[in-house]
């Protein structure tokens, strides 16, 4: 963090702006459309979070995760989920090595950005090696407890249509994701500029614009961020308000949901607003900047019941109903 000097908050506020306003337009070289799905994976990323993408094949959420990393100037690494997958595949394992000393080599997890593909594609046994590392930010095995580089990020990737052959994320899992965000189709144009651009000779290369020290500074920069007592009060109160048995439920969710959101999701709905806050240009964030987070946020922590899915309503409609 030696490399970056600002003379005030208010300067490195502005220069945070200005960063991310450059990450987009990096981004945007190679990724046509899908801005808000750009800007809430960086979201995650500053305010210290892992993303879930959720979105059917060929929408270019790999792609999406590779432009990413480039352009943030970090360490990648892609693990494709299947099943036979196992823990030391991704962890690292203990080899005999010349010397006939056990010698642990790391495995595929020791990098700042970890692309986990179609993470439900492998047994919970292997998902589960990712708790440890998403949470702790470290990995432990054979007794020993190895720290991963700063800053750590895992962004997986889901496909909601093919069921056969998949596993279930587990509740625990789901709930160290910040961001479980909806990748959808593109529009008509979106299409037409994307299948112009990938049928020709021509290739967009992506330039790095942050580096590893400016992340983590950004990052306790939005940690920083004064939080106004009733903003708190009514990101706590929203998350509140998904639990079924809780005081606060609305009719809506005692109706439909049969688990709301932990106290997981306040954290995350403070840091989101933060971070959301900065780039559009305000010192402390507002209660819209905690509705612009929500969604993303809350849409994989509310399990709705059967009679949510006999009569069609869904998780979305649930948090508009609350919101």
């Known amino acids: 963090m030696a490399n ?5 908050d208010v300067e490195a506020v502005e220069a945070f702006r200005v960063k991310f306003k450059d990450l987009s337009t990096e ?3 190679v990724i046509v459309g899908q801005d808000q799905v750009v800007k809430e994976v960086l979201i995650a990323i500053f305010s210290g979070g892992h993303v ?8 270019a959420k790999t792609l999406l995760v590779n432009s990413i990393s480039t352009a943030l100037g970090l360490n990648y690494s892609r693990i494709q989920f ?3 997958l196992m823990p030391s595949d991704i962890i690292g394992s203990e080899v005999l090595n010349d010397a006939r000393k056990f010698e642990f080599i790391k495995g595929p997890i020791f ?3 970890i692309l986990a593909d179609e993470i439900n594609r492998t047994p919970p046994k292997t998902q589960s090696a990712l708790l440890e590392a998403m949470q702790e930010k470290s990995v432990t095995t054979g007794g020993q407890t190895f720290q991963l580089d700063k800053p750590f990020f895992v962004l997986a990737t889901q496909n909601p249509i093919e069921q056969e052959g998949t596993y279930p994320l587990p509740e625990a899992q789901l709930d160290r994701f910040m961001f ?3 990748v959808d189709y593109p529009t008509f144009d979106e299409e037409m500029e994307v299948v112009r651009k990938t049928t020709s000779d021509h290739s967009e290369s992506i330039s790095s614009v942050l580096s590893a020290e400016e992340i983590l500074y950004f990052q306790h920069l939005i940690k920083r961020v004064p939080v106004a007592e009733n903003v708190l009060k ?4 929203l998350t509140a308000k998904t639990r079924p048995q809780g005081e606060f439920a609305t009719d809506v969710v005692k109706q439909y949901v049969a688990w709301g959101a932990g106290p997981r999701a306040s954290q995350y709905l403070i840091l989101g607003a933060k971070t959301h806050a900065l780039i559009n240009g305000k010192f402390a964030p507002d209660i819209e900047d905690v509705k612009a987070v929500a969604l993303a946020i809350l849409r994989h922590r509310i399990v709705p019941n059967y009679k949510a899915e006999a009569e069609g309503f869904n998780v979305e409609k649930i948090i508009s109903a609350i919101l």
């Open 82 to 84: 299947t099943p036979d």
């Open 234 to 237: 009514y990101a706590v109160m």
């Open 180 to 182: 479980n965000i909806w």
């Open 4 to 8: 970056v000097n600002f003379k005030s």
């Open 27 to 29: 981004v945007a070289k």
């Open 52 to 59: 879930l993408l959720v979105g059917v094949p060929g929408l």
């Open 111 to 113: 990098a700042n950005i």
